[in-house]
């Protein structure tokens, strides 16, 4: 990462901004008129949501063309990557808000066995985008092209 040009930076910021925002407006991790998060933030839920923005933004870096005319021979991540920022969505988010598991289990069932497994959902989630940046990395520097 220390070769990378200033524009997979700034798409690597961009896209760490936006992610933040994405799961944290809707969560109530980052509090708005928008929404009233029904239980409280709990101390982990900014470090997980923190560290999926930054690892999802590292990610989408990784799809930038390092120079004009290169491809990246890296393999593609992006349906894990996803699927892990879901995770940590659902790692951060309120277990009485989400309408899918209050319809699934109820609120007492949300509260009893949900929010119990949310830190292992987070944890899940950044082990998962952490692997694919290492994916993603790995091959961007054994298949790195020469510029021309």
């Known amino acids: 990462m220390t ?5 997979r930076w700034l798409v690597a910021v961009l ?9 944290g407006v809707p969560t109530g991790v980052v509090p708005t008129s928008f929404y009233t998060r029904m239980t ?20 989408a870096a990784t799809y930038v063309r390092s120079s ?12 894990q990557s996803v699927g892990a920022a879901l995770l940590s969505v659902f790692a ?8 899918l598991v209050v319809a699934l289990i109820g609120v007492s069932g949300a509260l009893s066995y949900f929010e119990p497994i949310q830190p292992l959902l987070g944890a ?10 290492a994916v993603r ?9 020469p510029a021309r």
């Not at 896209?15 to 799961?23: D, G, I, P, R, S």
Request: hydrophobic content about 55%.
């Open 40 to 59: 409280p933030v709990t101390w982990w839920d900014y470090p997980v949501w923190a560290v999926s923005a930054a690892l999802l933004g590292l990610i």
């Open 92 to 99: 951060i988010g309120c277990p009485i808000c989400n309408k």
């Open 137 to 145: 990395l790995r091959g961007d520097v054994a298949c790195a092209t």
């Open 15 to 23: 896209v760490a901004v936006a992610a933040a925002l994405v799961m």
């Open 124 to 133: 899940a989630g950044l082990a998962l985008l952490v692997a694919g940046l």
């Open 68 to 79: 004009p005319g290169s491809a990246s021979p890296a393999p593609d991540r992006a349906k």
């Open 3 to 7: 070769t990378w040009p200033p524009r």
